[in-house]
């Protein structure tokens, strides 16, 4: 029986275990302000890889996504323009902060978040705009952040899946005004659990580390209205070792992605992920498009692989404008999301985690060939 492939997997090791340890030793398991031996070193050294001169880490990437909000003083009438085609949680955020989302379509042929679309959906009561990099692929960000300037909005990058994702030669995390990552078990680094904002305001992080443990200036001192979003020192002792390896994932993510589409390639059924020019793909899934189908063939074929131990997901099945609470609370205008619903219809994801080998990749090329003739 073959082994099955997971979608995602985290790769720990002797390292990660050995760190941890010494934080149970320790005694000291979590910091009161947030800032632990090796929650610091974990931000330093994260800053240091994104490019920017902070960054703040947080219990969860959702923590992270909620905190930038809270920091930018959103109020209830505000709208927050963000992407339908992604994780739940970048509108779960909004509401939690007070604010409205607005949905807006997508790019086709990326997945992210369409610049024309973008444009039309901007009101008096827009405030910020946050774009997903999504499976990996950042952004076209230099006009988002153009048009974002023009009306005096925040730019929030949401890059929960674009740990090292590239734009024109600077990382994702180092484009907008703020950034959340997530460091959820099956990213392209683990904490377990965990987020990270990053930025290059010093007011911005000085009240991202207030948020983060209720608010306080100094112990006691409670200057604005906080949360419990602190990073825990085991988590912050796994991410230790994770951010020097992530360079080394990266490139196996890469390898295993051009291998997989130099298996793919000619199969006509499907559209293959396109990388833009100037781009640097950071691969947390490789996405695929099955034309012109509907989402029960998509689902039909995506039970096969799963049949053949093969991890295919779909992301995302429903956009976030149609999940019941946003359809109720927050209906987009009919029709204006398209091609949104188009893609939740027909993509799929595939592994291409650094545990993949080449004969695995062999057989989910071969598998998917063979269904699809």
Not at 129 to 155: F, N, Q, S, W
Not at 292 to 318: D, S
């Amino acid at each position: 029986m073959r082994n099955a492939i997971p979608i995602n997997q985290p790769i720990l090791d002797d390292e990660e275990i050995q760190l941890v340890v010494k934080v149970l030793k320790s005694g000291i398991l979590t910091e009161k302000g947030g800032g632990g031996f090796y929650v610091s070193q974990f931000e330093q050294e994260f800053a240091k890889f994104i490019g920017t001169k902070y960054a703040v880490a947080f219990s969860s990437g959702t923590a992270a996504l909620h905190a930038t909000l809270m920091t930018i003083g959103l109020r209830s009438d505000d709208e927050v323009l963000i992407p339908s085609f992604s994780f739940v949680a970048v509108a779960e955020a909004v509401v939690l902060a007070g604010g409205k989302p607005a949905f807006v379509d997508i790019n086709p042929d990326t997945y992210c978040m369409d610049l024309e679309s973008l444009e039309e959906q901007i009101s008096s009561r827009t405030q910020a705009i946050i774009p997903t990099h999504l499976y990996g692929l950042a952004c076209d960000m230099d006009p988002i952040i153009e048009l974002a300037h023009k009306h005096d909005l925040i730019v929030i990058e949401d890059a929960a899946q674009a740990h090292g994702a590239e734009y024109k030669g600077r990382k994702a995390g180092a484009l907008g005004d703020m950034a959340c990552f997530s460091f959820y078990a099956t990213k392209n680094i683990t904490t377990g659990e965990g987020g990270m904002i990053t930025t290059n305001n010093s007011e911005y992080a000085e009240t991202l580390r207030e948020i983060r443990n209720h608010g306080e200036q100094k112990e006691y001192k409670s200057v604005i209205v906080g949360h419990n979003y602190r990073m825990s020192e085991i988590c912050g002792a796994i991410g230790v070792a994770q951010i020097s390896k992530l360079p080394r994932f990266l490139e196996s993510r890469r390898k295993n992605a051009e291998t997989l589409t130099s298996k793919l390639s000619g199969v006509g059924k499907l559209k293959l992920p396109a990388v833009p020019e100037g781009y640097k793909h950071s691969w947390y899934v490789y996405t695929v498009r099955l034309r012109g189908a509907n989402a029960g063939k998509r689902n039909k074929v995506v039970g096969k692989l799963r049949e053949k131990k093969i991890g295919a997901t779909v992301y995302y099945p429903v956009p976030i404008h149609l999940m019941p609470y946003y359809r109720e609370q927050f209906p987009p205008e009919k029709g204006v999301l398209i091609k949104t619903e188009t893609a939740a219809r027909q993509v799929f994801s595939l592994p291409v985690h650094p545990k993949i080998e080449d004969e695995q990749i062999e057989y989910m090329a071969n598998v998917l060939k063979k269904l699809l003739k």
